[in-house]
């Protein structure tokens, strides 16, 4: 896989996402770990460590699959194609070349992007068919630590917080009342986590959810739209056509070997029935 050379979002609306989620993964796992977790188990107990483990493994996945998600290239860039494949392909005017089927010309990253899904304004980049597997490993781990922590945090944080008719304010402006100091900081600090919990496990929730229908339909969002089907090859070949030949193993890491089955340029008729056999 080709690197990409400038891997940092682009304009202001990626930074601003991108800083967010570099802020708040590691605040996260620093308060799970250190703050919430020590209040249910002893330092020496062996469940600590249990947690301490599970907490660092999913943290650990989140982290290197969005690194992957913006270290790949998966640009028309990013391939060398032989001129007697462009037969019949569009043409990018942007770009300046032929463009293979499920190609389409991203305006932030000014890049035209294979099996283009979407621009992922966290990551500052598209994903597409390169770092597909990675998006959705970062997604899923992402989705799993939210809950994980939401399970910690209820108990933690309503055994603190008295809720009476200031949480609402709280909830709805939890910086103004720091501001005003009408309850001690740390239980509006204690509520923000929670409601940012909550959000979190409810977007992840619902993008893992539409993004796993994607897959299991064989397609991608733009195609969605247009409820295109063509490449639909059955369950199992859309798993593999996504995550790679060794889908079963992308969980554990994204230094997992798992060998695509396309090229990304070639989605010829010919090509599919033999990559579906």
């Not at 010309?105 to 597997?133: A, E, M, P, W, Y």
């Not at 994980?148 to 209820?154: P, Q, R």
Request: charged fraction near 15%.
């Amino acid at each position: 896989m080709k690197l990409r050379r400038n891997f940092l979002p682009s304009n202001v609306g990626d930074w601003s996402s991108f800083l967010f989620i570099v802020v708040i993964i590691p605040v996260f796992f620093w308060f799970e770990l250190f703050i919430v977790l020590p209040d249910f188990y002893d330092y020496s107990s062996i469940w600590y460590w249990i947690h301490f483990v599970i907490g660092s493994f999913i943290m650990k996945n989140i982290t290197s699959n969005l690194l992957a998600v913006m270290f790949i290239d998966t640009s028309i860039f990013s391939i060398s194609i032989p001129m007697d494949k462009c037969i019949n392909w569009q043409f990018c005017d942007t770009c300046q070349l032929p463009i293979p089927p499920r190609c389409w010309h991203c305006n932030i990253c000014n890049r035209c992007i294979l099996k283009r899904d979407h621009h992922c304004t966290f990551s500052g980049c598209c994903v597409g068919h390169f770092n597909h597997r990675f998006f959705i490993m970062f997604l899923s781990y992402f989705f799993v630590g939210c809950c994980y922590a939401l399970y910690f945090n209820l108990f933690f944080i309503l055994s603190r917080v008295d809720f009476d008719y200031h949480s609402i304010f709280q909830i709805v402006f939890p910086m103004m009342l720091i501001l005003l100091g009408i309850d001690k900081a740390l239980n509006h600090c204690l509520v923000i986590m929670l409601v940012l919990n909550i959000v979190g496990c409810t977007i992840t929730g619902i993008l893992l959810h539409f993004h796993l229908k994607l897959i299991y339909k064989g397609t991608v969002s733009y195609e969605y739209t247009k409820d295109n089907t063509r490449y639909d090859l059955g369950l199992k070949k859309n798993i593999i056509h996504s995550l790679g030949t060794r889908w079963y193993l992308t969980w554990l890491s994204p230094f997992v070997d798992s060998p695509l089955i396309f090229d990304g340029a070639d989605w010829s008729v010919d090509v599919l029935k033999t990559k579906a056999t």
